[in-house]
């Protein structure tokens, strides 16, 4: 079937079987570099995108149910190849080691920060919660959010 | 152009990741590219019967499936660097051929024109097992009765090594006491979170195999490869590209490294293999799993003589690389920073049927820790001791280093007592004591954890090439292969020191055995010390040259020239001068150049660093509910000693990733196998990595000793995962010291904290 969706900004038409998950559909299909797999059933949020604004594990959404919506990775925060301010923060905080689960992080930062621009530490732990890093301790990235949050 | 080394600069990696831009091997996509999926064995221990690959070959779209047999006499073996005993050492096939011996080894593969239809595919292959009896627990392993994991051996006893130095009897005889600990460490699963994968493309004109696969080791890699298939090295290329976290359990040699080349070539078209997360937790390497007893002669002063440890290691049921080399290592290192006179080791390696153990981030060393820390902590117990006055009995004073090991190795430099008095001061250890013991009369379980250790790193040498081209730009070439440590940043930082060129005109290149001189990668947390000593000496040697062209240039004596900002300038006149770009430019002019100097800004050098030993003193303060077994570390303070500091907004990386590690396996994480050899974490709903909920507090403070190297540095990499983990477990058992508790077994979760607290197993 027929699917389009707005990726990052950009209108995308591509055909989809009704079992194909969105995020096999943006990698093998769409040939992004901003979406991981890292665990295939929601434990570890290196697939996650914004759907409509609101966070979804890719692994785990059927592609068919973005049709006419919009999907967007880490790569859409970027304005003019440039980094947002809170893709800045994550530079500016250490925030990234081995960067796979990166793109996730920054999409749950976001998320969080557009619902609630000035999160308590205790709320910003809870929404990075779904999402796994091996890398950093978290420590970092906690930091990152809270430097772009408004005081 | 202000020094650059020791300054927490931005990383250089950042841009491309936060970006989504990096290109993990995942993302590497090729004309004509087949999928590879891997039918793995569901049993521990079974015969195969029979295997059939009929059904699955009929599949519109699969391109060939391969059974072991296929295989025989074609692929070669994975390579096994580290080989105990000859006799006892079971070579491995690929594919298993007649019996399967852990749960996830490969028996089939099949290969199609999308990962869809191979996996599908997959489902197709028939194999009939018939189960044997496996064997899990490595004490259960070596009793007679056992089952066998290999029927070629008449035992599971893959190597013993035992090593006695100093007259450990006597200084037995001479203890005023004799404590002895069990101490069982869990298997763990290092967990990177890209998984494992390998994309091959055979060019046939050419002869050239190139491999991209998710590696630590690219050049070791590409020998093995190599070896396997017997090829020559110099038709075969590894690329590493980018890495998502390695841990150590991508320093390995696995079969699917050597099958997806083979089928590239042998089918003619590239082939990818991704690994999923449960074929990650199950035939990716394992760490740890070691039971440890040990028995210290102590004098009532708190004086540790001897020590004797019984050390056996649950191997798996093969040997990778490093599998027989990491319990060694943990023996080796079992003295810690103290003066200990007597040591008596004995390890067993065991074969289980199991995945292998390997390297996990420490590898060795943290078992070391674990088992002398919780130790002295035992010895403070029994002699009713304060754990920090135990410790501070028995440091190796800093005038005696560098000090030899009686296992031979050499602590170059440190202060092992300055370390703790630093971190007591840092914590408040008194204040703390007493917060402790207030909170214990209100019925609160607040424990106190200590763990002041030492790592050895540095064991491999590697290769560096730096080319300034004409227009000033430079390009590093490392043997090094990070993926996530940041040495793009830190080598170019010693760069832009070395040379005076500005670190935005240095490019980092790693990972690619086509570009780079030989090396070992990244691991051991090794690659600032031996990758960046290499990048300064092959500066050091540019360097010179520029001086000399600038020299002549300037009509001056090399000794007299200056170099500040990217400029290279006369000492008694700096108003004469010529910049960095310029020197560059002159290097490539056969007109500019001084009599004698070849054409040319490029050198090339190899490292062989002489061991280092990092350390470092922690404390952890936690809190217990024996009601529910929760655990909450409510504060780490961590003092380390990494040697000279290149960029210290790194180094707290690695450390509060390392320790978060340790926490896991403190408190969450461990690989648990059925009685019947089952694997019962396969999943990251089951195997329980520590979350951003998860983290204490933690304050970092640094000492800096520098090593005796040209750079200063130590290494950082692995420290704090060798450091924490028996912090806090030392905290709990403290924690649960009212209620007569002894901890043997960790990771520490509710229901076995719990279990401990209310089901009486009191000591």
Redesign the interface.
């Known amino acids: 079937m027929m699917i389009r969706f707005y990726l990052d900004g950009q209108l995308v038409e591509v055909d989809v079987k009704p079992t194909d998950t969105l995020l096999?559909v943006l990698?093998?299909k769409l040939?992004?570099?901003?979406?991981?797999?890292?665990?295939?059933?929601g434990?570890?949020g290196?697939c996650m995108v914004l759907v409509d604004d609101k966070l979804r594990y890719s692994c785990l959404t059927f592609a068919a149910s973005v049709n006419d919506k919009k999907v967007t990775?880490?790569?859409g925060l970027?304005s003019d190849h440039e980094?947002s301010p809170l893709?800045k923060k994550?530079?500016?905080n250490?925030a990234?080691?081995?960067?796979?689960?990166?793109?996730g992080m920054?999409l749950v930062a976001k998320a969080l920060l557009d619902k609630n621009p000035s999160p308590s530490d205790e709320e910003?732990?809870?929404a990075?919660?779904?999402?796994?890093?091996?890398?950093?301790?978290?420590?970092?990235?906690?930091k990152a959010v809270k430097s772009a949050a408004r005081r | 152009m202000a020094k650059l080394v020791g300054v927490a600069v931005?990383?250089k990696?950042?841009?491309?990741?936060?970006?989504?831009?990096?290109?993990?091997v995942?993302?590497i996509?090729l004309p004509g590219m087949l999928y590879a999926v891997f039918v793995r064995s569901p049993h521990a221990h079974a015969r195969i019967k029979s295997l059939d690959v009929s059904a699955a070959r009929r599949v519109r779209g699969v391109a060939a499936v391969y059974t072991g047999k296929d295989l025989q006499g074609k692929v070669g073996s994975q390579v096994v660097e580290t080989i105990m005993d000859e006799k006892r050492f079971v070579q491995r096939q690929p594919l298993a051929v007649d019996v399967v011996k852990f749960v996830g080894e490969p028996v089939a593969v099949v290969v199609a024109e999308?990962?869809?239809t191979a996996r599908d595919a997959a489902e197709l292959v028939q194999v009939e097992y018939e189960p044997l009896p496996a064997v899990v627990d490595p004490e259960k392993a070596l009793e007679k009765d056992s089952p066998r994991v290999h029927e070629t051996l008449e035992d599971n006893v893959c190597y013993r090594w035992r090593r006695v130095y100093g007259d450990v009897e006597k200084l037995f005889k001479e203890a005023d006491e004799v404590v002895e600990t069990r101490l069982v460490i869990q298997r763990l699963a290092p967990?990177?979170?890209?998984?494992r994968g390998v994309v091959a493309h055979y060019d046939g004109y050419n002869r050239m195999l190139t491999v991209w696969s998710s590696t630590q080791f690219p050049h070791r890699l590409r020998t093995w490869i190599s070896t396997s298939l017997n090829m020559a090295e110099n038709r075969v290329r590894v690329i590493a590209p980018?890495?998502?976290?390695g841990?150590g359990s991508k320093l390995n040699h696995y079969p699917e490294e050597v099958i997806i080349p083979y089928l590239a070539i042998k089918l003619g078209r590239p082939v990818k293999w991704?690994e999923?997360?449960s074929e990650n937790l199950s035939a990716t390497t394992h760490g740890r799993d070691m039971i440890a007893n040990v028995s210290a002669a102590v004098k009532r002063t708190g004086e540790i003589l001897a020590v004797r440890l019984k050390l056996l290691a649950d191997l798996g049921a093969y040997s990778y690389v490093y599998t027989q080399d990491n319990p060694i290592m943990a023996a080796r290192m079992i003295q810690g920073c103290y003066m200990i006179q007597g040591l008596d080791l004995e390890v067993i390696g065991v074969y289980t049927n199991k995945m292998a153990t390997d390297a996990y981030r420490g590898a060795g060393r943290p078992e070391a820790s674990y088992i002398i820390e919780r130790t002295v902590d035992a010895v403070a117990r029994r002699l009713g001791m304060d754990p920090a006055e135990v410790r501070r009995r028995n440091f190796i004073p800093a005038e005696k280093l560098p000090y030899k090991t009686l296992t031979g190795f050499v602590y170059d430099s440190g202060d092992y007592a300055k370390a703790l008095d630093t971190l007591l001061a840092a914590a408040d250890y008194e204040g703390l004591k007493k917060m402790r013991d207030e909170h214990r009369k209100q019925g609160r379980y607040l424990g106190i954890g200590l763990s002041t250790f030492i790592e050895v790193c540095n064991f491999s040498y590697q290769s560096a090439s730096v080319r300034v081209e004409p227009s000033g730009k430079t390009l590093v070439f490392t043997s090094t292969s990070p993926?996530?440590?940041?040495e793009e940043t830190a080598f170019a930082q010693i760069v832009s020191d070395a040379l005076g060129v500005s670190i935005d005109d240095v490019q980092v290149i790693h990972g690619d055995t086509l570009a780079i001189p030989y090396g070992w990668g990244t691991a051991g947390s090794w690659t600032l010390t031996s990758g960046g000593n290499a990048i300064l000496n092959a500066c050091k040697q540019i360097r010179q040259k520029m001086v000399a062209i600038a020299a002549h240039h300037l009509e001056c004596s090399p000794e007299d020239i200056e170099v500040e900002d990217g400029r290279f300038f006369v000492k008694d006149a700096p108003e004469k001068g010529v910049s960095f770009e310029e020197v560059a430019a002159m290097a490539y002019d056969p007109e500019k150049l001084p009599e004698g100097v070849e054409m040319g800004l490029a050198a090339t050098s190899f490292y062989n660093p002489d061991l280092t030993f990092p350390y470092g003193a922690y404390l952890a303060l936690v809190e217990v509910f024996p009601e529910t077994g929760e655990v909450e570390v409510k504060k780490a303070f961590l003092v380390n000693d990494v040697g000279k500091v290149v960029n210290p907004?790194?180094v707290?990386?690695q450390i509060?990733?390392?320790?978060?590690?340790a926490l896991g396996q403190a408190l969450y994480e461990e690989v648990v196998y059925g009685e019947n050899g089952a694997l019962l974490t396969s999943?990251?709903?089951d195997y329980l990595?520590p979350?951003?909920?998860e983290?204490p507090e933690?304050v970092l403070q640094r000492m800096e000793t520098p090593a005796p190297n040209p750079l200063g540095t130590k290494g950082v990499g692995e420290l704090a995962t060798i450091g924490f983990t028996q912090a806090i477990v030392n905290a709990v058992e403290d924690a649960l010291s009212p209620l007569g508790i002894r901890i043997e077994k960790t990771p520490l979760t509710p229901y076995r904290v719990w279990s401990l607290a209310n089901m009486g197993q009191r000591r």
Not at chain 1, 96 to 103: D, K, L, V, W
Not at chain 2, 13 to 24: A, I, T
Not at chain 2, 483 to 486: I, L, R
């Open positions: 096999k990698v093998d040939g992004l570099t901003s979406v991981h797999y890292g665990c295939g059933e434990s570890c290196a990775t880490v790569a970027l980094l893709q994550f530079v500016e250490n990234a080691q081995c960067g796979y689960c990166t793109p920054v910003i732990f809870d990075l919660a779904g999402n796994l890093c091996r890398c950093t301790g978290y420590v970092p990235i906690v | 931005k990383r990696e950042d841009p491309r990741l936060v970006k989504g831009e990096s290109v993990y995942d993302d996509r999308d990962l869809y967990s990177a979170m890209e998984p980018e890495v998502g976290g841990f991704f999923n997360r993926h996530g440590q940041g907004m790194l707290e990386g509060h990733g390392g320790a978060v590690q999943s990251f709903a990595l979350s951003a909920t983290i933690m």
